[in-house]
């Protein structure tokens, strides 16, 4: 699976500036996902986080590592058109500062899954080296569910 950030769009609601997610470069639909985000000092976050020391914020990396398990689990047929949506965030470790030039590689491996959740180990790398790791579980519904 690889998909350029226009495809993207099609699977996820997310858009700018909350479509953290610049191209899926491979994974299988329902199990697992590679993506990345190129980090910009051009994004809005930057303005506050920090002003004088551009770092993204912990959360951002999560929310990306979650988008990227979203492709994953909505890209198969019985879950176009849903919504994932963050059911829990456990064990998230920081290991390293990304900042704006820095390309996040993302991978997100679905687990597995029961009725409507995915359960998704996710970890980001910078040139390499451990970025942040999280477990995460996702609630697969629509808007109407919420």
């Known amino acids: ?69 979203a492709v994953a689990m909505l890209s198969l047929p019985e879950n176009r058109g849903k919504l994932g949506f963050f059911a829990s965030i456990k064990d998230a470790k920081f290991r390293k500062q990304v900042r704006p030039g820095d390309v996040l590689e993302l991978e997100s491996r679905i687990v597995k899954t029961r009725r409507s959740f995915a359960f998704v180990e996710a970890e980001a790398r910078v040139d390499g080296e451990v970025a942040c790791t999280a477990t995460l579980t996702l609630a697969l519904g629509s808007a109407d569910e919420a």
């Open 1 to 69: 699976m690889q998909l350029d950030s226009n495809q993207i769009a099609e699977i996820l609601p997310h858009r700018y500036p909350f479509a953290l997610v610049d191209r899926i470069t491979d994974g299988e639909e329902g199990s697992w996902a590679r993506g990345r985000l190129c980090v910009s000092n051009m994004s809005p976050v930057f303005c506050g986080h920090f002003p004088q020391y551009h770092v993204l914020p912990g959360v951002l990396i999560v929310e990306a590592l979650a988008q990227v398990a």
